[in-house]
């Protein structure tokens, strides 16, 4: 599969518990993104890589969460002491650096339920 | 929360109709893209538009960049049972690169 994969798929958690979520990008994409997506709604936009570099950050993004790509490769999202308005589907997506192109390709998602 | 006006919410349809959705923004976008998604799914991409006036197909879907920059629309021709399913226009405005806005999505549903 050459898709951009996410582990979990499922996660339940306690109010105030620590997760983490991993992203895969396509082999040769060096631009990832995490999305938020709550029932109903479109995907929110979180953050966004170049390789390693963390270019933009969304006011959703409280300090309770942080994103990491170390090695430009696959990236990893988490979210400390968890509330229960965390509860949605994170997705990720991955594009190839092109100027003018930003064709972003999705993930399954993870869905976190915050108990 | 969402800077896009998509609609309609929801449509329901029988099998072999056609299908119109849009998407309208106040801010001018240099991307407009479609997506479908499946429940439990990621979204997936349907057809890319960077034109103005550009006016694309990918089999019985057809998509357009509004002339403005601030509108898109997308319709299903002779629509199929696996049609089912949200629709999602995404914008991405010229000073963000990485960030796209997303619609709040239009449902599907095709009936025999």
């Known amino acids: 599969d050459t898709g951009v994969s996410q582990d979990p798929r499922h996660k339940i958690t306690k109010r105030g518990q620590n997760v983490t979520f991993r992203c895969d990008p396509i082999?040769?994409?060096?631009?990832l993104y995490w999305y938020r997506q709550t029932l109903g709604q479109g995907p929110e936009f979180l953050t966004y890589?170049?390789?390693?570099?963390?270019?933009?950050k969304s006011r959703l993004l409280s300090d309770r969460f942080s994103a990491e790509r170390p090695k430009g490769s696959f990236s990893t999202l988490e979210i400390q002491r968890t509330e229960q308005g965390d509860s949605a589907m994170y997705l990720c997506a991955s594009s190839p650096q092109l100027a003018t192109y930003n064709e972003q390709f999705f993930g399954p998602g993870t869905r976190l339920t915050v108990l | 929360g969402q800077q896009l006006n998509q609609s309609p919410q929801s449509m329901f349809i029988q099998e072999g109709e056609d299908v119109s959705m849009n998407c309208t923004s106040s801010s001018i976008f240099n991307t407009w893209l479609w997506y479908k998604q499946d429940p439990g799914e990621g979204p997936v991409l349907l057809i890319a538009l960077y034109k103005a006036g550009e006016l694309t197909s990918n089999g019985r879907l057809t998509a357009q960049f509004g002339i403005t920059r601030k509108d898109s629309f997308l319709n299903i021709s002779a629509s199929i049972p696996s049609d089912v399913g949200i629709y999602f226009c995404a914008g991405q405005v010229s000073d963000s690169w990485g960030k796209l806005q997303f619609g709040a999505g239009t449902q599907v549903v095709v009936t025999p």
């Open positions: 890589f170049q390789n390693e570099a963390q270019l933009e």
């Open positions: 082999s040769e994409h060096n631009r």
